[in-house]
């Protein structure tokens, strides 16, 4: 097991009552062992160069590059900011389809480059941008398509890039979930004008805070890298708006480090996922999502579907896990359509949905990562397995 800390592990970790002493939450967090951590702090504060495209920076770019097979990395200071470049460097105007089942700041990032989203649905067994939708919602204000790849998995890019074709649009990928997965055996990372991933601490390799956006072309990365620095950095090529969005010394450290445990990682999440597996098959009205789409998952997060047969719904099952500290979450309840202030200023939106409608009400994320401890998956399951069959017996 990776990192677990000694005070949530054996017997001690619960209460007799079955409630966990100390709150487990759904994020990765996975993080360096001590020793390795000191010493390669030791050797930054030696060198006295904290930030500006330092030798730690260049290193990630270097083994990210190879690790994913593709020309380009740029490693930024999160995925939010990661996005808002992404969009600047393509030059993009007017709207542009994304789904509204991702995170907020899958749009929020567009509204920041002066764009419109345009909400698209998912498809029902993926999670991921349904292609036909995104073809219905092609019009000529339309510059580009964000598709985002959740949970682990990703979308039919096949699909979305032949409709990109078809259209002449850019295809973009929002990838904050999915570093280490491959898609028809090739890593995430090689697709579309450009793919943008998280290290934020709850992500499957952390930086603590960070990101980077991969691009196999040139002119793209050159613009990437002078937005990012406001010209601070390779040859000038223009760009009409420059920022700040420079990884540091520190960061890429730790994920420099991260990354050297990141087979063993994968590999903790693979029997994570393969746990919640037994533990909950059979459960009535309980599914876990398996990944449909990727040759190789990260299981960034562990997703089960609460339909009617289980007896109470997926908001009361959140509230009693959180009653026993196990701090489940609802992604991405209410949806970003239904959210400030797309609601308002996107109203059309709203009601048509029906598909992210539905899993942003019965969707819950279970906990996954370095603080999950077999027992915690014993635990979590038996939990749920209790709680369908007294509510059965009460029926
Ligand atoms: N696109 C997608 C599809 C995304 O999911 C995200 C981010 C982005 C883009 C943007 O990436 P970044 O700009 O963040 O790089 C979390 C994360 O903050 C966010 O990165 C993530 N997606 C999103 C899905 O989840 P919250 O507010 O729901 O959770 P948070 O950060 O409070 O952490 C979750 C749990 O982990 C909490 O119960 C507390 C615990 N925790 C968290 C941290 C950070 C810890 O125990 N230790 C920690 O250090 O947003």
Redesign the pocket.
Known sequence: MLNPPEDTVGADAYFADGRRRTPL???Q?YWPDWDRFEATFRDLFAREYYTNHGPLVQALERALQEALGVRHVVCVN???IG?IMAAEALGLRGKVIVPAF??I??PQSLTWAGLEPVFCDVDPVTHQMDPTCVERLMTPEVSAILA?N?WGDCCDISALSAVAERHGRPLFF?S??AIGCCYEGAPIGRFGSMEVF??????VLSAG?G?CITTNHDMLAARLRNIRSSYGAGPAVPVVKTANGRMSEAHAAIALLNLQDFPRTLNRNHEIFAAYARGLAGIPGISLRQPQRVSVSNHQYIVCGVDAEFGISRDELVEALHNKNI?A?R?FYPGAHRSTPYRDDLPQFCDALPVTDRLCTTLVQLPTGALVSDEDVEMICRFIRDAHASIAATA
């Open positions: 939450p759904v994020g967090l999160n995925a939010t996005l991702t995170f700041a899958t985002v959740l929002d904050a979930h998280s290290f934020h601490a709850t992500k805070e990101g701090i979450r992604y």
